[in-house]
């Protein structure tokens, strides 16, 4: 069965300071692996996604993945935060079945940055 | 480009009566799936369509709850009778092939 873990519920980093929030996965079957944002009372918004081209994907908001198959991780990294930065992110993944695609979102983590 | 639309925003009911929530997926897409998040459970994947057809609806909490896709473009989820527990964020989404998820901006519902 398919699953992922994020670990740490909540990160608090400074403004400025590097961003990392921790992502792991398990699959039989290739992964997709997404990165997804969500603020107050919104709804999800897609970071960045890998789909088995590059390893390193860059997303928006200046964000970046790198996909290590070894690792089965997925971690999502940013080089300085910025107080605009403070979400709760989902990793996510997917794997073609038979029938079409089935999501499977981590438990989210919550990214607090101080001034 | 219009994106994935839901109705209502928001809901307050009281607890016994039936709740109607909307989802008008991305034109094109091929896949919607109905979440819930709550601030215990997180966000849990109730049911997902793929041309129409429900796919997996094990994530459904109960025979209260039904959802349906009569077309490529609509689709609503039912709780009858509601009760204070199902009080939530639900959240529709579309996909294509493309693969990444589409969400909604969501409806909140209270049952009092």
């Known amino acids: 069965a398919q699953s992922v873990t994020q670990l740490g519920s909540h990160v608090s980093v400074s403004e400025g300071a590097l961003v990392l929030l921790r992502c792991n996965y398990s699959?039989?079957?290739?992964?997709?692996l997404f990165w997804y944002v969500q603020y107050p009372n919104q709804g999800l918004q897609l970071l960045l996604k890998y789909t088995s081209a590059a390893t390193l994907v860059k997303g928006i908001n200046g964000f970046e993945a790198e996909f290590k198959k070894s690792e089965t991780s997925f971690h999502l990294t940013k080089p300085s935060a910025h107080m605009s930065d403070a979400a709760e992110y989902f990793c996510?993944?997917?794997?073609?079945?038979?029938?079409?695609?089935?999501?499977?979102f981590g438990p989210g983590t919550r990214l607090s940055v101080l001034p | 480009d219009a994106g994935v639309i839901q109705s209502p925003r928001h809901e307050v009911t009281e607890m016994g009566q039936e709740v109607t929530l909307r989802c008008k997926p991305i034109?094109?897409?091929?896949?919607l799936f109905w979440y819930r998040q709550t601030m215990m459970r997180g966000l849990e994947l109730l049911i997902y369509?793929?041309?129409?057809?429900?796919?997996?609806d094990s994530g459904m909490p109960e025979d209260r709850f039904s959802a349906k896709m009569p077309n490529a473009s609509f689709s609503t989820l039912k709780i009858q009778p509601s009760e204070p527990r199902d009080s939530a964020v639900y959240f529709c989404?579309?996909?294509?092939?493309?693969?990444?998820?589409?969400f909604g901006e969501g409806s909140r519902l209270t049952v009092l």
């Open positions: 989404a579309s996909s294509s092939t493309t693969g990444e998820l589409f």
């Open positions: 699959s039989s079957v290739p992964p997709y």
């Open positions: 996510a993944f997917s794997a073609r079945d038979n029938y079409g695609q089935n999501f499977v």
């Open positions: 369509f793929n041309n129409n057809v429900p796919i997996d």
């Open positions: 034109s094109g897409h091929n896949s």
